[in-house]
């Protein structure tokens, strides 16, 4: 027997001496043709729940007998007592069969997206830092980066400076020193992922990040302490504090122009090629300064002018292809080979 899905309701018609209940039918379209052909539809809802209410749900109480013909119901999955093998199927390991299990991706997986800088919020935000924090140094020690740049280029005949530095304006030029080691560190870092490989055996690439800027921060140290020994053999001490002056000038200086580079290849996306033009370009312009005055305090007076080609290439050019070699040959010992 078929039930019609639809409410039986009840009329009494009411005929001489007795009473006459009948039954009949009544269904959503019947209910819709007795409105207007312009109804609304708020007006075709109300019409609906006035004429149908619903009634309560009430689940089948039967048991399972979905289980082939002479077995027993089947037993849950759940039930901790359930053997092995009945638990394992051709559909065992199926993501649909099991939604607890996490399904794969449909589809093919497209191309990552590549590393940029502006996408690596610790990068981002050490580079703002860095950015804030030589602002702020700048609008208080200008006046004496005016001085240093007057005196840097000054022909004197005395053998040492008069012009004395205050604590705040030491750590400014350390801290240049500092930045011009990370971000050459960062520069280094992009040219490995571009030249080297870009798999290590590293947890993070930060870490590759933090040796290397250990690498430039024990060569920046390592020739300073280069400078001292040799200086203080060849030269008085005078002439000497001097040199020190001006080499922390030229480093801070390095740092300086290192991070215009930095800033346009992290938000720009320029090519490893142009920032390593930079750099070079960068270098060459340090180096000029560097011979420029190591002659200017040692050597203008001096009879043999070639001893300064001796003079820049064991403390200059020698410490640059240590440091180069060094910087490839970690790349290399930490990289991933496929």
Request: hydrophobic share 50%; aromatic share 14%; glycine share 4%.
């Amino acid at each position: 027997m078929i039930i019609a899905d639809s409410i039986q309701q009840q009329h009494t018609a009411v005929g001489g001496d007795s009473a006459v209940t009948t039954y009949r039918s009544l269904t959503p379209a019947q209910v819709l043709s007795w409105l207007p052909r312009n109804a609304t539809p708020a007006q075709q809802d109300s019409a609906i729940q006035a004429h149908f209410k619903p009634s309560e749900i009430r689940w089948s109480e039967r048991p399972d007998t979905l289980h082939l013909p002479g077995h027993d119901r089947g037993r849950s999955m759940l039930d901790v007592d359930l053997p092995q093998y009945y638990r394992e199927g051709f559909f065992s390991k199926d993501t649909l069969f099991h939604p607890e299990l996490r399904g794969g991706r449909n589809g093919v997986a497209g191309d990552p997206v590549p590393y940029t800088v502006h996408s690596d919020n610790l990068l981002t935000g050490l580079l703002l830092f860095s950015l804030i924090m030589v602002v702020i140094a700048f609008s208080s020690v200008k006046d004496f980066l005016l001085r240093q740049v007057k005196s840097f280029f000054y022909f004197s005949h005395e053998a040492a400076s008069d012009m004395s530095e205050t604590a705040i304006e030491l750590r400014f030029q350390f801290f240049l020193v500092m930045l011009a080691g990370l971000l050459t560190s960062l520069l280094f870092y992009f040219y490995t992922l571009y030249n080297i490989g870009e798999t290590f055996i590293l947890r993070s690439p930060y870490y590759l990040i933090l040796i290397y800027w250990g690498i430039l921060l024990a060569y920046f140290l390592l020739k300073s302490i280069l400078y001292t020994v040799v200086n203080a053999v060849l030269f008085d001490s005078k002439r000497n504090k001097q040199w020190m002056c001006s080499f922390l000038f030229i480093t801070s200086a390095e740092g300086i122009l290192m991070f215009p580079i930095m800033m346009v290849k992290g938000y720009f996306d320029i090519s490893i090629e142009s920032a390593d033009v930079y750099v070079i370009i960068v270098l060459l312009i340090i180096k000029i300064l560097t011979i420029f005055k190591s002659y200017i305090i040692f050597f203008s007076r001096n009879v043999v002018k070639l001893q300064i080609i001796l003079y820049f290439c064991a403390l200059e050019m020698v410490p640059l292809l240590f440091l180069w070699s060094i910087l490839n040959a970690t790349a290399n010992m930490l990289k991933i080979n496929i």
